[in-house]
């Protein structure tokens, strides 16, 4: 369904967010680029945006010396920080540390033209980019004028009606593709 309303849309790049922590959004954002990638014709890159937190490269056992961390400070190139996981079809730009100044790093120039170049350089990829729960800091907010599309990832009972509201508010301007109910009991 994610990719279907992708293509309908010509979106090439998703944004995964949850209101708060623990929602299990950078699960769903491994999963996600997992199953895209074992789509025919399609390519996925995974990219840890979620600065404050960073988990992808421990949660796939990744121990790349460079990362997302050394791009930033323009000690690496970006061919230097991608990694291939082993699985066909899948790159992911893994963040090794906390990076104080998230939202300041994020909002550079730097940062700005790394995603035209992932939007631009392969016609068929997909690029997820896991960012930090909207209502925690200004990070998701930086970036989601750069990005065709807004998957939301909520936990079933653990966000108040209030914290949702307040999320769907902030996501007016985006392209919300969908929403992803996590924990949800039958």
Same mark, same amino acid.
């Given at each position: ?11 090439? $790049?998703?944004?995964?967010?949850? /209101? ?27 990219? +840890?945006? +979620? ?6 490269? &421990?949660? *796939? ?5 460079? !990362? ?8 690496? +190139? ?11 079809? *899948?790159?992911?730009?893994? $963040?090794?540390?906390?990076? &104080?100044?998230?939202?300041? !790093? ?10 035209? =170049? ?5 016609? !068929? ?6 960012? /930090? ?11 989601? /004028? ?13 966000? $108040? =009606?209030?914290?949702?509201?307040? $999320? ?14 996590? &924990?949800?009991?039958?």
């Amino acid at each position: 369904q994610v990719l279907q309303k992708m293509e309908e849309n010509n979106w090439r $790049t998703v944004a995964i967010i949850s /209101p708060t922590p623990a929602a299990g959004k950078t699960n769903t954002s491994i999963n996600l680029a997992i199953s895209i990638a074992k789509q025919p014709q399609k390519s996925v890159m995974l990219v +840890d945006f +979620d600065l404050r937190r960073p988990s992808i490269a &421990k949660y *796939l056992g990744l121990n790349q010396e460079k !990362s997302f961390n050394d791009f930033l400070k323009g000690n690496a +190139d970006l061919s230097d920080i991608i990694v291939n996981p082993g699985i066909p079809q *899948l790159t992911i730009i893994p $963040t090794n540390k906390p990076v &104080k100044k998230s939202s300041e !790093s994020l909002s550079s120039a730097r940062v700005k033209q790394l995603i035209v =170049e992932l939007k631009e350089r392969y016609d !068929s990829r997909i690029v997820i980019f896991d960012l /930090p729960p909207i209502l925690n800091a200004d990070d998701a907010m930086v970036l989601l /004028p750069q990005v065709d599309c807004v998957l939301l990832v909520l936990c079933d009972g653990s966000h $108040t =009606e209030a914290e949702i509201s307040e $999320t769907m508010r902030l996501l007016n301007k985006s392209n919300i593709l969908g929403v992803v109910v996590n &924990k949800a009991e039958v």
